[in-house]
């Protein structure tokens, strides 16, 4: 069974974005660049809302092309290019959309399926409105949280209509000199 696994920056008060979406405050360098590309190099899927999604096709494609790019920018091109994508849209169509599946209900059932099938891991990136529903289900297996050292006072929340009591293991910490820190935890299956 492949796992589906949660990347989210996380404000210390546990916001993921301002309340206008703001995420200028997210801090990023080489080392957690580097760290995410071990993730994806383990991973074959993609999973996004529409929102990111369309953030991310309007970037990433190409974005390993242009002149000056970054070795982050070529290698996630690479791997953005030829992973499979899974966007969790009501209003969105797949057509046009090449190696795109568009799940529009019965999340449960539909996630459940991909997972069953074979291939590595699942990744989703970001997304609020989409992990907030995949985390409503228990869907996520595995949650990475970037938290960074800033109180946003107000925002979108990193969690919402979450079950009661579920349970996580925390498997791994990692603490990056930007003053990030990085924690693993497992959700724990009843």
Known sequence: MRNLIFFMHTSLDGFVAG??????????DEDIFDFVATMTNKADTALYGRVTYEMMQSY????????????????HSAWY????????????SE??????VVISDHLADNINKIKNQDGKNILIFGSPAASHSLMGQGLIDEFWLFVNPILLGQGIPLFKDVPELTKLKLIETKTFSCGVIALNYETIRK
């Open 19 to 28: 309340l206008n979406g703001e995420m200028n405050w997210i801090k990023v």
């Open 60 to 75: 990433w494609p190409s974005a390993g092309e242009e002149p000056g790019a970054s070795k982050h920018d070529k290698e």
């Open 81 to 92: 290019n030829k992973v499979s994508k899974i966007v969790l849209s009501r209003t969105m």
């Open 95 to 100: 057509k046009g959309f090449d190696n795109t």
